[in-house]
């Protein structure tokens, strides 16, 4: 499917207020030229991910064509915009209602408006994590280094298009932004709230903590907004909870049931008989978190795809096991909390995802969200230990 004249009419309208944006942030003499080249070039890889990603999507096939065209879970029998409402798929499906079928635009189009959408999560993360750096300049060094979990291949890719992870990305980001702020930032904090549980009802039920002590100076100011907005919370709390036991198919919460989900997930996912499966069944949970964290290792790539994603993993083993080392030298966890908290959220996905993923190109999508979130508190260990490791004798 070649590009017609609206798809490069909306990547304009796309890309323009950004380009705007960027000259803003060039002219800003807050900002470094080191900072102000790297969002740029953050831009221009990202740009270069939503045509690459389109292109390998259109030429072998994914669920993501089938959320922009709304037909990658017809099971709703939707008949309007609000028959389409939804959590997980159906959520996307019904954001997507309106530009695809009422305005008809194209997959290309629907590509450039979601890696819009995703380019300011990053930047989103990438001032926030500046602001971290800046109030803890003095007792870090190489601190640029705490930029590269941004430029990770995986993370562009699929959050370049047309998919969940694109939105899962803009919700935690919006979280990070809201709550690494010095500042009280309420709207913020509730639409990536909201945008976690719609997209991924789980993600969002793990945040909700955060969520109430980002609100806690808000509660004291007015009972009866407060009350308001408790009750429009937990409305949609409740009804994302029941919808997301529905789509799991769980009569009851309990490790019997856990477990029977994860078995009845991996016979779903051997019925395809995927090249890249892995025997996730016949491992025990260490065997598992070494698959979902590690694997593919170099030696196992197929492909020029799967030797990046190699790649990457090898980078995150390099960084862990010093990060570790450096645990143990310094006897200390010295990372800001609302890095920490991202880490513990993330490790505790990784561990569902080794009870409900079975191949390597699962791992790779899954993953590339969270990869940030787990290597940029490592990084940050590292940049804070060098500086006592140039003065050790």
């Known amino acids: 499917m070649s590009l017609k004249g609206m798809d490069y009419l909306v990547l304009a309208l796309c890309n323009l207020p950004i380009l705007y944006f960027l000259r803003s942030c060039w002219a800003n003499k807050a900002y470094t030229l080191n900072e102000r080249i790297l969002l740029v070039l953050l831009w221009l890889v990202h740009l270069t991910f939503s045509g690459v990603f389109a292109s390998y999507i259109l030429e072998r096939g994914g669920d993501s064509h089938g959320l922009w065209h709304l037909t990658a879970d017809t099971s709703q029998y939707a008949q309007d915009w609000m028959g389409y409402f939804g959590i997980n798929t159906f959520f996307v499906q019904w954001l997507n209602y309106f530009p695809s079928k009422i ?45 590269l979990p941004l430029f990770l291949p995986g993370l562009h890719f699929w959050t370049a298009g047309v998919t969940k992870e694109c939105l899962l990305l803009l919700g935690l980001a919006l979280l990070f932004y809201a709550f690494g702020s010095q500042k009280f930032k309420g709207l913020p904090g509730i639409l990536g709230w909201a945008i976690c549980l719609l997209t991924r009802p789980l993600v969002g039920i793990l945040f909700l903590p955060i969520l109430i002590w980002l609100l806690y100076p808000f509660f004291k100011k007015s009972l009866t907004k407060t009350m308001l907005l408790l009750l429009g919370l937990g409305y949609l709390l409740f009804m994302a909870i029941r919808q997301f036991l529905a789509y799991l198919h769980l009569d009851e919460l309990s490790w019997e049931s856990l477990m029977l989900l994860s078995k009845n997930q991996f016979g779903f996912l051997d019925s395809f008989q995927s090249s890249t499966a892995v025997p996730m069944t016949d491992m025990n949970l260490s065997e598992r978190m070494v698959a979902v964290f590690f694997r593919p290792f170099i030696w196992e790539s197929w492909d020029f795809y799967s030797l990046v994603f190699a790649l990457e993993n090898t980078w995150f083993m390099l960084i862990m096991l010093v990060a570790l080392l450096v645990i143990i ?49 490592m990084l940050w260990l590292i940049c804070k230990a060098y500086p006592h490791l140039k003065k050790s004798p």
Request: charged share 10%; no cysteine.
């Open 329 to 377: 030298w310094r006897k200390s966890f010295n990372i800001p909390f609302i890095a920490k908290y991202y880490l513990i959220i993330a490790f505790g996905m990784f561990l569902v995802f080794t009870f409900t993923l079975n191949n390597f190109g699962l791992f790779y999508r899954m993953k590339s969200i969270w990869l940030p979130f787990l290597q940029f508190p």
């Open 103 to 147: 305005l008809g635009l194209s997959y290309w189009s629907g590509t450039f408006i979601y890696s819009t959408l995703s380019f300011g999560a990053i930047a989103l993360l990438f001032f926030s994590f500046r602001q971290l750096i800046q109030q803890n300049k003095e007792s870090l060094s190489l601190r640029y280094l705490l930029y």
